[in-house]
């Protein structure tokens, strides 16, 4: 069997899809009734199964009409795609899952000797990462194979296996976002000393504070968000850095706030993905106003109750997401 998708074309800006999304209308559906014909077989099919070929994207789904679908990578950056399978005669989609899934009889449902066992397969483009701007081909592969059973589970001489074909498909991709400004790419904050006698606790801060900024330049029309990283800790969401291996202090931390605001930043996975964890929203850019600016200031702040002093170092990485 084989499945051709829609050809997709995405113009607008480069994150605008939530990840596990299908791709516009990026899909196709086939139905064939005699996949496996037993006419001629020593004993007739009972059950059939389909197997992926692929592994999945680790800890992403698509969901849809209450099915949870794996994803799998096409081999073009940004886009991977789900099969849905059923019985011609079922009227549920099922998702082709590692190790495998059993077609018929459905789950739940009686079956019987049959004469001839068929497929309904739909394909869908799935948004996995950033789309990046240029035409891309992606190639025919197969991605599952389909096997029929007998009523002992066994395989009826006779019948092999038959391959599950994505046909070729183009994606054509014009994605607009936005260029960190030169000045803004690696930058080193520096804190003025502080003593222990300025805290009084833990969640306490100094007095001293440093500002810094971080600018993009954007196309028009594209609405920036963004999320702080905690370089040393970057599973940390909390709402301070954790200090650096070159760090000779302990008990402090760092906070960093936007200009103007009381509450500090909460950190959060390095993903461009929309609805990132942590991540706000930025602004929006336009024809006549393309830059835009995020002022900060860092803070010491005590996490422990006792502190030692010594060198303070940290990093934090931001990453931009353009919707």
């Known amino acids: 069997m084989r499945i051709t998708t829609k050809p997709y074309s995405h113009s607008g800006p480069a994150d605008s899809n939530w990840l596990g999304q299908q791709l516009g209308n990026s899909s196709g559906e086939q139905t064939n009734y005699t996949v496996f014909n037993f006419i001629s077989c020593s004993a007739y099919g009972r059950y059939s199964f389909s197997y992926p ?7 992403l789904t698509h969901e849809a009409s209450g099915t949870s679908y794996p994803v799998y990578p096409t081999g073009v950056q940004g886009i991977g795609y789900v099969v849905g399978i059923r019985d011609p005669n079922a009227s549920k989609w099922m998702s082709v899952k590692p190790p495998y899934q059993q077609v018929y009889p459905a789950p739940g449902q009686g079956g019987m000797d049959m004469s001839s066992l068929g497929f309904s397969v739909q394909m869908k483009l799935i948004a996995t990462d950033r789309l990046k701007t240029g035409s891309y081909t992606i190639p025919a ?54 003593s222990t006698s300025e805290f009084s606790g833990v969640g306490s801060s100094a007095a001293q504070s440093t500002s810094f900024s971080v600018a993009v330049d954007c196309d028009p029309d594209i609405s920036v968000y963004a999320t702080m990283t905690d370089a040393t800790t970057p599973a940390n969401t909390s709402d301070t850095l954790s200090l650096g291996r070159g760090s000779g202090a302990d008990g402090i931390g760092l906070k960093l706030y936007k200009s103007g605001e009381s509450t500090p930043v909460k950190f959060g996975p390095d993903s461009s993905g929309k609805n990132n964890t942590n ?5 929006k850019s336009s024809t006549g106003n393309r830059n835009i600016t995020i002022p900060f200031q860092a803070r010491y702040v005590q996490t422990k109750p006792k502190i030692e002093t010594g060198k303070v170092e940290a990093s934090s990485t931001i990453t931009f997401s353009y919707q």
């Open 53 to 59: 070929v692929d592994s999945p994207i680790a800890g």
């Open 279 to 283: 991540q706000w929203y930025v602004g």
């Open 141 to 194: 592969k197969v991605v599952a194979t389909m096997r029929a059973a007998d009523k002992n589970y066994e395989l009826i001489p006779g019948i092999n296996d038959v391959r599950l074909w994505l046909n070729s498909t183009v994606v054509n991709v014009n994605a607009s976002g936005c260029k960190v400004t030169p000045g803004s790419v690696l930058q080193t904050v520096s804190l003025p000393p502080a």
